[in-house]
């Protein structure tokens, strides 16, 4: 079936780091990819999306472009600061086929000043 | 306006027993998911409604977890009986339904079983 496969478990960075999380999909059609981001004691949020091969997603510095080739979705931003310490969830959905979202085990990043 | 709303936060049960946590998803939206999630498996689907029918459900999740739509407005999962495997978060969340990637959640139950 489909899957979504994140390599980092955990990440560690300074204030003004480069962030990036890699995010790989297996699926069988054509699939949209998000991701999303969750804070302490708060259910995930939607961060942004991409349907179409090459095309980019961004939201608040957060980057990640459609790979269809690599079959990948990676996460990145420029220069990381404290707030952004969350767990962050790749994912793929197929809405046209009437399926839920399928999420990737997450990553924790942990931003120290 | 309204998010979605998961009662309640906490809930700590014997091995054994039966419980039911509670959704109220966004107001006007037809889709509704429960997801269980933990710190290895990340999130994992448990139940998926479209306008109160059931569309898909986790197939390892199928013999003591059973979700429902009451109505539009009300969704509960019941686990019965209760193992201390089912120790995770309870995550709840809806969608408008008009494309099914931006899913709200709730801020979820967090469950222990003893």
């Known amino acids: 079936g489909d899957s979504v496969t994140q390599t980092e478990g955990q990440v560690a960075l300074s204030e003004e780091d480069f962030l990036t999380i890699h995010c790989n999909y297996s699926?069988?059609?054509?699939?949209?990819l998000f991701w999303y981001v969750q804070y302490p004691g708060e259910g995930p949020q939607f961060l942004f999306r991409?349907?179409?091969?090459?095309e980019k997603g961004s939201s608040r510095g957060f980057e990640a472009t459609y790979d269809k080739g690599t079959t990948s979705f990676h996460l990145r931003k420029a220069s990381v600061q404290e707030s952004d310490s969350a767990v962050y969830y790749c994912?793929?959905?197929?809405?046209?086929?009437?399926?839920?979202?399928?999420f990737g085990t997450g990553t924790t990043v942990s931003v120290s000043p | 306006d309204a998010g979605v709303t998961q009662t309640p936060r906490h809930e700590v049960a014997e091995k054994g027993q039966t419980i039911i946590l509670k959704c109220e998803p966004v107001?006007?939206?037809?889709?509704l998911f429960w997801y269980r999630q933990t710190k290895i498996q990340g999130l994992e689907l448990l139940s998926y409604?479209?306008?109160?029918?059931?569309?898909?459900d986790g197939g390892a999740f199928k013999d003591r977890f059973k979700a429902e739509m009451l109505n539009s407005s009300f969704s509960t999962l019941k686990i019965q009986p209760t193992e201390p495997k089912d120790s995770a978060v309870y995550l709840c969340?809806?969608?408008?339904?008009?494309?099914?990637?931006?899913?709200?959640f709730g801020s979820g139950t967090r469950l222990t079983v003893l």
């Open positions: 969340a809806s969608s408008p339904g008009q494309s099914a990637e931006t899913l709200y």
């Open positions: 699926a069988s059609g054509y699939p949209a």
């Open positions: 991409a349907s179409r091969d090459k």
């Open positions: 994912a793929l959905g197929d809405y046209q086929g009437g399926r839920a979202l399928i």
């Open positions: 107001s006007g939206h037809n889709d």
């Open positions: 409604f479209r306008s109160k029918s059931l569309m898909e």
